[in-house]
């Protein structure tokens, strides 16, 4: 049983940054794929950034391109989502989800385990 915990959500105003970090129990974390998720109210859960098991390939979803950057440390069993330039429309919690397999994928389905959320709003 894999355990996810999140951090780093926050309140933030428009045009500022947070770092989340998401921390994995158990061992050979480069095996596996990670990915950002959040939930705004009232929607859907929603893909937003990827990364392969080696941090070689990412993925993102076109509103947050040029402004998240995924990124992961296997040797502590961490991954991380640079968010700049917030926007108020980033408001959500934030999921990180850990899939079975090194190749990053973009689909709720694809991912085993996830994390409690964190909250992150942007306001003023």
């Known amino acids: 049983q894999v355990q996810l915990v999140e951090s780093g959500g926050g309140l933030v105003h428009p045009g500022g940054s947070l770092r989340l970090s998401c921390a994995a129990s158990?061992?050979?974390?480069?095996?596996?794929?990670m990915g950002w998720f959040r939930q705004a109210p009232g929607k859907e859960r929603e893909f937003v950034a990827a990364?392969?098991?080696?941090?070689?390939?990412?993925s993102y979803t076109e509103s947050v391109k040029g402004r998240f950057a995924i990124s992961r440390e296997n040797a502590k069993n961490t991954v991380y989502l640079q968010m700049n330039s917030l926007k108020p429309e980033d408001t959500a919690v934030y999921y990180c989800?850990?899939?079975?397999?090194?190749?990053?994928?973009?689909?709720?389905?694809?991912?085993?385990?996830w994390g409690q959320g964190t909250q992150v709003t942007v306001s003023s």
């Open positions: 990364i392969s098991g080696y941090g070689a390939r990412t």
């Open positions: 158990g061992r050979a974390f480069s095996n596996y794929a």
């Open positions: 989800a850990l899939r079975l397999g090194r190749d990053w994928a973009a689909l709720e389905r694809e991912y085993a385990y």
